[in-house]
């Protein structure tokens, strides 16, 4: 099932709606693509507005910083994957199959690579954005502040539905939460383990996706068990 309404995201991550105009749209499609190919360090609007072939000031009518810009784009990934997710398993009875689904979203393994619906970026990039450059939007030192305005609400709310589903299958499962922050993020460590420091992994020579989602599912069916 496809995403037709635009994702809403919280006001204070930007000065002025980027899905408001065509110029928008483009620092974050263009943004996207440029932070992942360079990473946040090396990735500036100076650069981003070259591309664009505009004014450095138009983007910084948008965004305050890069950092807003990223905390918007992974904010904008994780809104799509809880949307996905309950999309995915709201028809399914058996939790178990609801887990298969889930970790089939995270990882990417659905038919579409398009956000529609809004801006339209592409999953594939946001997904090696998130992987690479994520954890730079909450380990920072006003971590607090941002906290305090709700700019992690999306991952709150996907870790928050993941964890729903593990309970239907151990209701007296005490770390659900806990459990269901660590599988999304061992998902994007082994990912990038696996094609950049393959020693770390079990997955490095035949670099198959689906062996880490066979462990992810060891890692849940285990977990779960656990009386």
């Known amino acids: 099932m496809e995403r037709k309404q635009p994702i809403q995201l919280n006001e204070k991550l930007f000065l002025k709606d980027p899905t408001s ?6 620092i974050v499609t263009q943004g996207a693509a440029m932070m992942e190919a360079m990473g946040l360090e090396a990735f500036t609007f100076k650069k981003l ?13 948008y965004f305050e910083n890069k950092h ?6 992974v904010d904008y990934y994780w809104q799509w994957l809880e949307q996905r997710v309950l999309d995915h398993t709201h028809d399914l009875t058996s939790p ?8 089939k979203v995270i990882m990417l393994r659905t038919e579409s690579n398009m956000i529609s619906g809004g801006i339209a970026l592409d999953l594939r990039i946001l997904h090696r ?4 450059e ?15 305005l709700q700019l992690f609400k999306p991952y709150k709310d996907l870790c928050a539905r993941i964890a729903d589903i593990f309970l239907e299958v151990n209701p007296a499962y005490p770390y659900a939460r806990s459990l269901s922050s660590t599988v999304l993020e061992m998902a994007h460590f082994q990912y990038f383990f696996m094609h950049n420091l393959p020693r770390l992994t079990d997955f490095g020579r035949e670099k198959d996706e689906l062996e880490i989602v066979r462990f992810l599912k060891h890692l849940i069916t285990s977990s779960l068990a656990t009386k």
């Open 49 to 61: 507005a070259i591309q664009l072939k505009t004014n450095e000031s138009s983007i910084y009518r």
């Open 21 to 26: 105009s065509e110029v928008g749209s483009s």
């Open 129 to 132: 954005l998130v992987i690479k």
């Open 96 to 103: 178990q199959q609801k887990i298969d689904a889930m970790l």
């Open 68 to 73: 807003r810009l990223l905390l918007y784009l």
């Open 134 to 148: 994520g954890s730079k939007s909450y380990l920072t030192s006003h971590v607090a502040e941002d906290n305090s």
